[in-house]
């Protein structure tokens, strides 16, 4: 059974600041990985997807990497604003069988401080 | 282009009721899938639909049933509520099964069991 999980839970920054979040999954069986982005009440955005052949992808200040075979993907946020303040999900979604039947991390919950 | 519409926003339901959450996809996807939030377990697939077929299910008891029509609008059906139903309804729509792209999120069906 694939397992995501993000870390840290929680973390807070100053504004202008370049950050990491973290996301390892344990079976790396996978078709893609979504970034999506979650404020407060609402539904999900789509930051970056990557397909499990690429290493990486970029849009504007976002660029998200993946290692497959280590079960690990980075999302890089550069020179971060307010606005950037939310909860980072990540997902993974099978190889085989499971069509956009997606498996989520439990959320990287940013703030970022004037 | 509208994005996916999901219907109603809020409701409030008591135990024992059952609830009918409606979503419009985004025009040409033939995908929707539905995804259960909440604080304790996090985003988990319900189901997912692609031509009016159900191709994918969740881990979730028989009480939570769907369809999709043949304009590929989709409806889930919550039976006997109980006070653990309490949650964010999600959708989401994608062209194509295959998972291979990026999944479009509504902003969701909050729904209270009281």
């Known amino acids: 059974k694939q397992e995501v999980t993000q870390i840290p839970a929680a973390l807070s920054v100053p504004e202008g600041e370049n950050l990491v979040l973290n996301c390892s999954f344990t079976?790396?069986?996978?078709?893609?990985l979504q970034w999506f982005r979650q404020d407060p009440g609402k539904g999900l955005t789509s930051l970056l997807l990557?397909?499990?052949?690429?290493r990486e992808q970029t849009s504007g200040r976002l660029n998200a990497s993946l290692d497959k075979s280590s079960g690990r993907s980075t999302l890089y946020i550069a020179a971060s604003q307010p606005g950037d303040s939310a909860t980072y999900l990540c997902?993974?979604?099978?190889?085989?069988?499971?069509?956009?039947?997606?498996?989520f991390g439990t959320g990287t919950q940013l703030k970022v401080e004037l | 282009k509208a994005g996916v519409t999901q219907t109603p926003r809020y409701l409030i339901k008591t135990r024992g009721q059952q609830v009918t959450l409606s979503c419009s996809p985004i025009?040409?996807?033939?995908?929707v899938s539905w995804y259960q939030q909440t604080p304790g377990q996090g985003l988990q697939f319900l189901f997912e639909?692609?031509?009016?077929?159900?191709?994918n299910k969740g881990n979730f008891p028989g009480r939570f049933s769907g369809r999709q029509f043949s304009n590929s609008r989709s409806e889930m059906n919550v039976s006997t509520l109980e006070l653990g139903d309490s949650a964010l309804y999600l959708c989401a729509s994608s062209e194509k099964l295959a998972g291979a792209e990026e999944l479009f999120f509504g902003e969701g069906s909050r729904l209270t069991v009281l």
């Open positions: 639909y692609f031509s009016e077929t159900q191709r």
């Open positions: 025009s040409g996807h033939r995908s």
């Open positions: 079976d790396s069986a996978i078709y893609n």
């Open positions: 990557i397909q499990s052949s690429q």
């Open positions: 997902a993974v979604s099978p190889l085989t069988g499971g069509g956009n039947k997606l498996t």
